[in-house]
């Protein structure tokens, strides 16, 4: 296999030169670049120049579920083997993680080198500005570009409605495209179509948000299952049950995951600070350096509530999800020390492995 003939297999999917410089020493070794398309139960399929393959992720590290293959990887496969097993994956340029409850402070990564994070919300129930907040923390967080998408806008009665909820959502989500698209008529979904034209984006949302029924406008075929949500608050059944990575016709890459039900935080400080942006820029004009924006004289970010410029909302939002992130990471600290002692033990016994699979299984 060449080089030329992996790049023009891969680049659909996202390959690029620093992805190959990246890989150059799996390649010298004989192993295959391919992105992970899908995940399910300790298997994944993994798209490569020589085509789909399957492949057992067993191999790298299972005990961390932040260090787990992961939809939108990038890794490097052995070339045979029943079963073939991803040796590894590159380092990631993004992560989107989010904590699987708030209780046990587990970290759980959804999708890898994404670009755009679209946040899907349906116009079809009430907007529920604090939901979209905690999916922006973690879409920043990510490092990705968060986009929310109101869906089934032809729902809204009129235009005038519909400009007051865009409205809403705009003021809650500083630096964030804010588009309106319709699947059924087809109204804004050139726009959407342009954002995910270039990189990699995932689509993110409650379950009957409409994320497959997007991906599919984008494809131009139904490639994913839709289907009509039982009940308006998300918590029916999920049609989409794996996140699956798909190559756009246009150009660009989409993911589309299974509805999630909520996003607890997880060590998302800067992403909750970039969510709530406006009040960091309040907070400079505050007379104390280290307001809390409690009860402090000269507080300009009370000021601002009190003038009606900051939504009352907002700040009991930003406190809210700054103090669920202080709990989580306070929690997580420890687990992460006990973690990273029982990762070297680890790397020991996966070198040995390596070494043994390298000499009994391959070629
Ligand atoms: N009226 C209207 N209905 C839509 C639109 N887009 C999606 N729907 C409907 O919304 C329902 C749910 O759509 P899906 O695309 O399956 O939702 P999803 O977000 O992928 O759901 P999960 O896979 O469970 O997370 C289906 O009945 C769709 O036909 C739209 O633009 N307008
Ligand atoms: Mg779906
Ligand atoms: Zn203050």
């Avoid at 003939?5 to 620093?18: E, K, M, R």
């Avoid at 067993?58 to 961390?64: I, K, R, S, Y």
């Avoid at 679209?118 to 986009?147: H, K, M, N, T, Y």
């Amino acid at each position: 296999m060449t080089s030329s003939s992996v790049f023009s297999a891969l680049a659909p999917y996202g390959w690029d030169d620093a992805w190959a410089d990246e890989f150059a020493p799996y390649d010298a070794e004989g192993l295959l670049a391919g992105r992970v398309v899908r995940v399910d139960r300790g298997q994944c399929d993994v798209v490569t120049a020589d085509g789909l393959l399957r492949a057992d992720t067993a191999f790298v590290t299972p005990h961390d579920p932040l260090r787990v293959v992961c939809t939108g990887d990038w890794v490097a496969v052995e070339p045979g083997g029943n079963p073939r097993y991803v040796r590894t994956y590159l380092p990631r340029r993004t992560a989107f993680v989010r904590s699987t409850s708030s209780k046990r402070s587990e970290g759980q990564i959804l999708a890898a080198n994404v670009d755009h994070a679209i946040v899907a919300v349906s116009l079809a129930v009430e907007l529920d500005l604090g939901r979209i907040e905690r999916f922006l923390a973690l879409a920043w967080e990510s490092g990705a570009q968060p986009v929310v998408v109101l869906t089934k806008a032809d729902l809204v009665p009129d235009a005038v409605t519909l400009a007051h909820l865009v409205e809403d959502v705009e003021t809650t989500a500083p630096g964030v495209p804010v588009l309106t698209v319709s699947a059924m008529d087809g109204d804004g979904l050139d726009v959407l179509a342009a954002v995910v034209s270039g990189g990699t984006s995932v689509l993110l949302g409650q379950s009957g948000a409409g994320k497959s029924t997007l991906a599919n406008a984008l494809v131009g075929e139904d490639v994913m299952d839709v289907r009509a949500a039982r009940d308006v608050d998300g918590k029916g059944r999920h049609t989409t049950t794996t996140r699956n990575l798909l190559s756009l016709p246009g150009g660009g890459v989409l993911i589309d995951t299974p509805g999630l039900r909520g996003v607890g935080l997880y060590d998302a400080e800067s992403g909750v600070g970039q969510v709530f942006s406006e009040i960091a820029e309040l907070a400079e004009r505050c007379r104390f350096h280290d307001c809390a924006h409690e009860a402090e004289p000269g507080c300009a970010v009370l000021a601002a509530v009190d003038d009606g410029e900051l939504p009352e909302r907002r700040l009991d939002s930003y406190r809210k999800l700054i103090r669920e992130n202080q709990r989580i990471v306070a929690k997580t600290d420890a687990r992460v020390r006990a973690e990273l002692r029982r990762d070297w033990k680890r790397r020991g016994a996966e070198g040995k492995a390596a070494m043994e699979a390298k000499r009994g299984r391959v070629r």
